[in-house]
């Protein structure tokens, strides 16, 4: 496998994993109707993916390396790339990181969400719009 | 060849410092370019405090913490106008006392209120500094009212909007922000200064009598050349811009701010109509250490403060209008410091919260969630993960007597004190007139020359002093 063949690999690990991560934090804010986490967030993801190229260099390449970390942190027991896994299982993985004794782990998620939040609450009509049967 | 502007000032920065700079300077005659490294765009390009401000206004995207524990997010624009055209618009003038400290430990010279008056008078005068005329936000009349009930004395701060003459006796006036992009950026042309956006100065260089900055437009390199430069790019940019020109005594090592902490209130009324008004209501009960105001609570950002409390299952679409998003910030002696990074175009910033600074932060949130439950806050939500939600004032001794650093969300957005004013040359890195000491006509004139954190929002001081700092360049103090 050449370089850049490994490079691109990784890229595309990387986008899979960020964009998993950020349409799973939307749908857990966005209700708890599983129907819902069928519904695209491509543009929370966007600006998600946005923010992390205008942050300094020496900050987001910790953050793609532990998003990395985080990809396969489950990988041995569970059998596959936290992208490849049933939602259930996703969801269950970032609730533990958020809750890790695990300073680095905590803001790890605590990053995502924050972007994730104010992207998915900034959409045009968000104000206005109620749902029903939300907790 | 690289491009070459000829001036007999530059003006580096086209925030409070830079415009007010290049405006003074401009107009009593002198050839000044100010250069801006973001883009020129108008005071409504975006909504404020929106994402689409984020993208197009916010250096770094918003996201170059100070680095420490915890880390403390930091706002700093990039654009013309600086922070003008992303801050809240309240105005202070400098208290007193903190003139008073600078004069005695950092030996500035003329800087007395007298000496700062006509000053503050001119810019207050030009951004139209006044009360609103209308009717105050219903979250801001809260904080009003709580403090009244704890028998604190709560003080409405005026803002540099100005506002529409007919108004509807029962509306919020919303006025328009006077940020420089309204007044000082349009008068500085006018008094034919040249503005150049896009411009990003990497370093500063002396060849004989004259400075040179070696800058980069469009990625093809740009040099100006002029008799003496003023330095205006902000509490960090600026530091970094000298040490990246070897320039580096008392140059970015006390870098101070205000750390703020946050508390979400839920009241039984809905008081959270117009959310992109910030309330002008502040708290100085317990000044110069600490402040207390209205935050910013649109539906975006109190879901981000709401982040701390996953498990609070709070319906934000539903109940939004009764929540308001409020404030602490305490001011003291902790300074951190600003260092360029190898390959790397933004400096890291480093800031250590000292655990006194924690126990008055923790003493600064009990107090503001006593005055919320007072003005009749049925919940509350600090700034803590993790921490109960607050249900009553038996409920404040929850709030540890420490704010602990891996759970406690953090900001600011003053930055001051990175390159400190005043005649004490072991610990200032400016004369009292922001001459670098030692650099003849290399001059620092922004928010980096404030001797320490003054306790108020920032911006009145800024341009007071740089004006000072302008006429005194010019002669004509």
């Not at chain 2, 959270?272 to 910013?296: H, L, W, Y």
């Not at chain 2, 950002?301 to 709070?314: F, G, N, R």
Request: a neutral charge; hydrophobic letters at 40%; proline letters at 7%.
């Amino acid at each position: 496998m050449s370089v850049f063949s490994g490079r691109e690999a990784m890229l595309s690990y990387l986008s899979k994993t960020i964009s998993t991560l950020c349409r799973d934090i939307a749908a857990m804010h966005d209700c708890s109707d599983p129907v819902c986490a069928a519904a695209s967030y491509d543009d929370v993801t966007e600006f998600v993916v946005e923010q992390l190229r205008k942050m300094p260099v020496f900050l987001s390449r910790p953050i793609l390396l532990a998003t990395a970390v985080f990809g396969v942190s489950r990988l041995f027991l569970e059998g596959s790339l936290f992208h490849n896994r049933p939602q259930d299982q996703r969801c269950f993985q970032v609730e533990s990181w958020r809750r890790s004794r695990f300073g680095p782990s905590r803001d790890l998620i605590k990053f995502y969400t924050s972007l994730v939040v104010l992207a998915l609450y900034s959409r045009p009509g968000t104000a206005a719009k109620e749902i029903e049967g939300d907790g | 060849m690289a491009e070459a502007i000829l001036c007999q000032v530059a003006v580096i920065g086209s925030g409070p410092g830079g415009a007010v700079t290049a405006m003074t300077l401009a107009s009593k005659g002198f050839d000044v370019v100010m250069l801006e490294e973001g883009p020129y765009l108008k005071l409504d390009s975006c909504p404020p405090f929106s994402i689409e401000e984020m993208r197009q206004k916010y250096r770094w995207g918003g996201l170059n913490p100070a680095m420490g524990a915890p880390k403390v997010p930091l706002v700093e624009a990039c654009c013309v106008g600086g922070g003008s055209e992303i801050n809240s618009g309240l105005y202070h003038r400098t208290p007193p006392e903190i003139l008073e400290l600078w004069r005695d430990r950092f030996a500035v010279h003329y800087l007395t209120e007298l000496d700062l008056l006509p000053h503050f008078e001119a810019c207050e005068s030009a951004l139209s500094v006044q009360l609103n005329p209308g009717p105050q936000p219903a979250a801001s009349i809260k904080m009003k009212t709580g403090a009244e009930r704890l028998g604190w004395k709560p003080i409405e701060v005026p803002r540099w909007f100005k506002y529409s003459q007919a108004l509807a006796s029962n509306s919020i006036a919303p006025g328009i922000r006077q940020s420089m992009t309204e007044t000082f950026v349009p008068a500085a042309q006018t008094a034919g200064c040249r503005i150049v956006p896009g411009v990003r100065a990497d370093k500063l260089e002396r060849t004989g009598t004259q400075w040179q900055v070696r800058a980069v437009r469009q990625g093809e390199p740009l040099t100006i050349r002029a008799e003496a430069i003023f330095v205006c790019c902000g509490a960090i940019e600026t530091p970094a811009l000298l040490r990246r020109s070897r320039i580096k005594k008392n140059i970015g090592n006390s870098l101070a701010f205000h750390p703020t902490v946050k508390v979400v209130a839920v009241f039984e009324d809905e008081i959270n109509g117009e959310p992109t008004d910030i309330g002008a209501q502040q708290v100085k009960e317990f000044s110069p250490r600490v402040s207390m105001g209205c935050s910013i609570s649109s539906l975006p950002y109190l879901a981000l403060a709401m982040t701390d409390h996953p498990d609070a299952k709070v319906n934000l679409r539903r109940q939004w209008r009764r929540m308001s998003i409020y404030y602490a910030m305490i001011s003291g002696p902790t300074t951190g410091v600003v260092r360029n990074v190898p390959l790397s175009p933004a400096p890291l910033i480093r800031y250590s919260l000292s655990a006194e600074d924690l126990r008055d932060l923790s003493t600064a949130l009990v107090n503001l969630c006593r005055l919320l439950f007072a003005a009749g806050a049925t919940h509350l939500y600090p700034g803590i993960a993790e921490l109960p939600v607050l249900a009553s004032a038996d409920d404040l001794t929850k709030i540890p007597l420490e704010l602990p650093r891996d759970r406690t969300s953090l900001m600011t957005a003053h930055l001051f004190s990175s390159c400190p004013m005043g005649q004490a040359a072991d610990f200032t890195a400016v004369d009292s007139f922001g001459q670098v000491h030692g650099y003849r006509n290399l001059f620092v004139n922004d928010a980096s020359l404030l001797c320490t954190a003054p306790g108020v929002n920032p911006q009145g001081t800024i341009m007071a002093l740089a004006r000072r700092n302008a006429l005194h360049f010019s002669k004509d103090l």
